[in-house]
Each structure stands twice: as structure tokens, then as C-alpha cells.
């Protein structure tokens, strides 16, 4: 079974280097702009989102901020420096557990493994 990833930008490119990464690897990655994540984790039920700003901003920082708060699924941020990615995933006793990794496979694979809101347990190549 393929993962199902919601990329959240807020710029206008809607594909990057990440994106293209994790669809080489086998995943289904779907993108939007920071304005309608909650409408598309909705719609789409994602295994993990990315939030993946151009420009760090106000908005999208309030954006993650709202999906950690109303989603449990595991939300992997990339920080700007360093190409380092926040990862945040929920315990058993729905407590927020924060890791910090350096590659977006191991982001990834780190969220899907470590959540208890995971579905089925996917494999990633």
C-alpha cells in the first residue's frame, strides 16, 4: 500500500525537490496552499502531512500550528536552516512526541512508524 502525503506550500510553486523525492520513492504526493490544508486533510485522509513553506510566514506557522490541534496524524515541518525536518507524531497517551531529522525519508518513516493513528503499516523502499 502507498503512502498518501499532503505537501503544504505557501508559495507558487507547487512542485519541489521534496515532492519529487518522495514520488521516486513510490508515494502518492498531493500539494495546496497553505489556505485550504484543513479542507484537504479532510478530503484526503493523508498517512503524514509536510508542511513545506517557500518563505517562512506568519500564516503558514499559524496553518501547522491549527493542523497539530485538530489532526492526529503525524505533521513533519521543514525548518529553513539546515534542511532539517520537525517531525511531530502522537503517543499512545496522545501526548506530542517532537523529533528532528536531517532527511525527509527518515522524517517520514520516523512519523509513520512511531504513530498510533497509522492505519496499516506501510513499507518504505
Do not use: W
Request: aromatic share 4%; glycine share 4%; net charge neutral.
Amino acid at each position: 500500500m502507498r503512502l498518501k502525503i499532503l505537501m503544504v506550500t505557501n508559495g507558487e510553486s507547487e512542485s519541489c525537490l521534496d515532492a519529487e523525492v518522495l514520488k521516486e520513492r513510490g508515494m502518492l504526493v498531493y500539494t495546496c496552499n497553505d489556505a485550504i490544508a484543513e479542507d484537504m486533510v479532510v478530503e484526503l485522509s493523508p498517512d503524514v502531512v509536510l508542511v513545506n513553506p517557500d518563505v517562512p510566514s506568519a500564516g503558514i506557522t499559524k496553518t501547522y500550528h491549527k493542523l497539530l490541534r485538530h489532526f492526529k496524524i503525524p505533521i513533519v515541518y521543514t525548518l529553513a536552516e539546515d534542511e532539517q525536518y520537525l517531525v511531530n507524531i502522537r503517543n499512545k497517551a496522545n501526548k506530542l512526541v517532537k523529533l528532528v531529522t536531517d532527511n525527509i525519508i527518515d522524517g517520514i518513516r520516523n512519523s509513520v512508524s512511531r504513530s498510533v493513528t497509522n492505519r496499516y503499516t506501510a513499507k518504505i523502499a
